[in-house]
């Protein structure tokens, strides 16, 4: 059974213009110990998909529709209380912005093990203590540092505290939303390493969210692409980047520098994202889209399964399979 | 690049040290060394790279030449003119000439200045053109950009922008003076991969056009690749690898290249890139050395050579300078040097 079942979500914030669909009929399911990668521009919503999963919306922000299922729980049916045992203990995140997700005034080691203590009060400090000094050495943080302010820790080493403190209760899934947008380029390759490895160690699930395809495909089995709102192609890694079916995912592809191969043109995606207050019928990237026919505005998209690990939401593919 | 090309800029081992605060009463704490004798010679009509971490003085020099901040040594010289004293009428010819494009959009528009006001201030200040054959600039450079049709930009703030859109106001405004060099700091570092190639193609339009030079400074060696003819990779404020772009990421020669390119992410980029491995584990312990500032991290480097001495920068061939002790030509780096 998959650990995270999400059907149909809907998810949007109240607006003065209107209700704003951030998140529109997303579902997908994440199985024990594998890891799934959302990647899109921004503004597409995967950031609102991840708090909404954490139930970590901003006041104005409501879940509309569909499910979510965790560990055989409805997350939507919990309250706010239940919510907090599952939020830390059974499901952790790593933030945006690693600089600011410590406390400035207190030390590491307190912050970690408070995670700790407050999830499981019994445990008692000696033992916590020690733990946040195993969890240390499992991000490969310094037990020497342990007991310095945040201040005095650079980027990846607060980014490291943080996946300490993601790790500190065993979660059996963690969130991880741009988790090194703000490191060097050989900070960010370490951490991933050692995300990768605690993955495998430990069997937990990763979400992970960014606009860097290079960096998702680099950590996840599967990979949504999200468009508008609304997830558009969705696979196995490979399957994605070797044959991508979506226009918008290949030309996500084709904006990209590399390093290898030929020094092709890059091809920017002409225009901008529709307005999620009046979305428009039909296909989303309808506007930008070099294969578009007028058909596109007028069917209704449904998914199109190319493998049964690679499905796409587009209407042409769909004719072009002739299906 | 040709040798016949002229040089338009020069930083002539160039220092920059930044003072830190030390505690309560009395002593400095250490000087950091933001550029530690850089010199770079940039072509006229090139597209030259600065590419480095965050803290290696790429942001420095970009900074240094606009004149934002002056060198501790050395001196930086267009067209052959020295420029680091420059005053008055002088240093506002200057910044005509030379203009500089921010990192970050939404911090580097004023909020408070339509699009229109924002791009026609330079003209203003340098009081080019009457009223009509300004908003004739303006128009033109907007469009350039790809703010089209300008009518519809022109009256809106930055707030009602984009990012995207606000990165092209803050291009529109360095070019519309029509500069002859372009400082432009990791533009695209806060925006999309779609909106990053728009930008990019902007610049090698303007460079196509307008003949402008471009500094270009970033930490995405394949935005580098992209963009530039040539690039100098640089760490703690010392130039480290200099050459032509597609040779210098095709054939690292500096360990710390190497280990640029070992960073980055594997899946997308695993086709034919090489594993150099040239990071040590855990950084070296030394105690006050004066040598290569790669050492501490350098899986090739040597005691006591290395930990002694700064490698000069020294020519592989015509165009590919490396600040290498072991660096060959034409040879890979050795591997697995013990300390």
Known sequence: MALLEVEDLTIGYQSQRGFLKAVEGVSFSLDKGRSLGFVGESGCGKTTLGMALMRLLPPNGRIREGRILFDGQDLLEKTDEEMRQVRWQKMAMIFQTAMNALNPVHRVNDQIAEAILTHNPSLGKQVAYKQVEGLSRLVGLSKHRLRDYPHQYSGGMKQRAIIAMALACQPKLIIADEPTTALDVIVQDQILEEIKNIQKEFDISIIFISHDISIVADVSHDIGIMYAGQLVEYGAREEVFESPMHPYTKALLSSYPTLTGEKAQLMPIPGEAPDLIHPPSGCRFFDRCAGARASCRTNPLVWLEITPTHKVFCYQCGRQCGR | ?339
Not at chain 2, 45 to 54: A, T, Y
Not at chain 2, 99 to 107: H, K, L, S, V
Not at chain 2, 153 to 162: E, K, N, T, V
Not at chain 2, 196 to 211: G, T
């Open chain 2, 1 to 339: 690049m040709g040798n016949g090309k002229q040089t338009i800029l020069e930083l002539d081992r160039i220092v920059k040290r930044y003072r830190t605060k030390g505690f309560f009463f009395g002593a400095h704490g250490q000087d950091v060394i933001a550029l530690n004798e850089v010199f770079i010679k940039i072509l006229r009509g090139e597209i030259f790279g600065l590419v480095g971490e965050s803290g290696s003085g790429k942001t420095t020099a970009g900074r240094l030449i606009v004149r934002l901040e002056q060198p501790d040594q050395g001196k930086i010289y267009l067209d052959g003119r020295d420029i680091t004293g420059l005053k008055g009428k002088a240093s506002k010819d200057y910044s005509r000439r030379v203009q500089m494009i921010f990192q970050d959009p939404y911090q580097s528009l004023n909020p408070l200045l339509s699009v229109f006001d924002t791009i026609s201030e330079p003209l203003i200040i340098h009081k080019i053109g009457n009223a009509e054959a300004r908003e004739d600039s303006v128009w033109q450079a907007m469009k350039s950009v790809g703010l089209s049709p300008p009518h519809d930009f022109a009256h809106r703030y930055p707030h009602q922008l984009s990012g995207g859109q606000r990165q092209r106001v803050a291009i529109a405004h360095a070019m519309v003076l029509k500069p002859e060099f372009v400082v432009a700091d990791e533009p695209t570092s806060m925006l999309d991969a779609s909106m990053s190639a728009q930008i990019f193609n902007i610049l090698l339009e303007m460079r196509r056009r307008l003949k402008v030079t471009f500094l270009f400074i970033t930490h995405s060696l394949a935005a580098a690749r992209y963009l530039c003819d040539r690039i100098a990779v640089m760490y703690k404020g010392n130039l480290m690898e200099i050459g032509p772009a597609e040779e210098v990421l095709r054939n690292p020669k500096h360990p710390y290249t190497q280990a640029l390119m070992d960073a980055l992410p594997k899946f997308v980029h695993s086709g034919g890139v090489k594993r150099y491995e040239t990071l040590l584990q855990a950084e070296r312990e030394v105690s006050g050395y004066v040598g290569c500032p790669f050492f501490v991290r350098c899986k090739v480097a040597r005691a006591p050579k290395c930990s002694r001495e700064k490698p000069p920068l020294k020519k592989l061939d015509d165009s590919h300078s490396v600040a290498c002790f072991y660096a060959e030509p034409g040879i890979k780096t050795r591997s697995g040097g013990k300390a």
